[in-house]
């Protein structure tokens, strides 16, 4: 199902307040760098760039299916012929470090703001297809993409403090919190803040409320199930790891190894600076690992698990027609298998019929003896390794114990990209699989 007259009729008058919003926002920016910053030259780009975000306005609400501004059919197509999980991953992936390396100038505000007008002219572009726009704007989706640009505006925000104090503090200056670290207290200062903003956001949510319309499904029944059936939006990171992991790992241990790793960080860090301010050349190492497990490894799960499965929970492009009949193959294999069946072109190991209970769990460790050599050697043996290479450091001054809690976190952390690759590049399920106890990794 693609975009078509009728559809494009219907949303063009949705359109048509969305780019009016729009140019009505880059008007303001321009009067305030006139006005307050005297910044004529960037004023008039966004008076142009009001301007035509008008001109898009006026095109939506001709009247004119055909007049309704839109991507290109060939840039769509191309866009769903790239798409897919390993893709979006490394996409992901590439932008985060580019953000990371070139962070000084994409804090700029100018360069903020010319960003984020790119891609809000791409999704009103792209809403113009009729299989993005049920998805987008479906109203359980809605409040995902609103929190996707409040965290990319918070994170920018963040971002720019910690830009600007690292480069303080390398003049020998203090950062800016020192400067205004005066007491401020709590009533009637905080209060009154805090009320004026709860007023806000209950004015706000009762808006919402009256104009889009709460997503009510029929009564639930055991005969229908909804396809795909999902979790809620803050659990979707957790079923995307139930692609890669079994239900017991991906759904409990991983969730109480975060809570825990969150818990024992105050514990963990040896690196007092940083405390009170923002700064990331102070605290390269601990940002980065945040950053990475958060936004990589959660975020971006979130936004795949929203936007791009769809039913079976098959991935689909963002112009794509989510069909109940779509089916992808996966000859999924575990590495017991690889290596007996594959490798020594031998069966799997497998106890005589009525064999004793040692002899079953002797060749059960038998059999699973690849996969268990290879989980010692990453949880065992990689931290010693890296204690004296990479992180020696870091061994020197955590000590023993807070070395190897923090180090085992971070590999538990990183098996879940490391498990993603092997699936993708060798359909690998699991490294060790014992069905008999229901015990897989």
Known sequence: MHSNGHFLSDVAGFLGSYYTGLAIMNAVAAILLWKKHRQVGWAIVWAVASGLMMALAALSMSGTAAMVPSL????????????????????????????????????????????????????????????????????????????????????WLATSQAVVNDERIAQGLPPMEKLNDEKVLVWPDLVYTELICMVAVSAFLLVWAIFLQAPLEEPASSVKTPNPSKAPWYFLGLQEMLVYFDPWYAGVTLPSLVVVGLMALPYLDFNKKGNGYYSIEERKFSYLVYQFGFFELWITLIILGTFLRG?????????????????????????????????????????????????????????????LVVMGAYLLLLPPLLAVTVFRTFFAKMGFIRYMVMVNLMLLMLSLPLKMVLRWTLNLKYIVSIPEFSLNF
């Open 311 to 371: 039913p079976n929970w098959n991935f689909f492009g963002p112009f794509e027609y989510w069909t109940p009949y779509k089916v992808e193959v996966l000859n999924n294999i575990d590495l017991p298998q690889m290596f007996w069946v594959n490798l020594l072109d031998r069966p799997l190991p497998r106890a005589a019929a009525g064999a004793s209970t040692l002899v079953q769990v002797g060749t059960i460790l038998l059999r699973e003896a690849p996969g």
């Open 72 to 155: 290109p059919q060939a840039v769509r197509s191309l866009v769903n012929t790239l798409s897919g999980p390993v893709n979006y991953t490394l996409g992901t992936t590439a932008l985060f470090a580019i953000l990371f390396i070139f962070r000084k100038f994409f804090v700029k505000p100018m360069v903020a703001w010319t960003v984020l007008n790119v891609l809000l002219l791409l999704m009103g572009l792209s809403m113009a297809d009729e299989n993005f726009a049920s998805i987008v704007m479906k109203p359980d989706n809605v409040p995902i993409v609103g929190l996707v640009f409040l965290l990319a505006f918070f994170t």
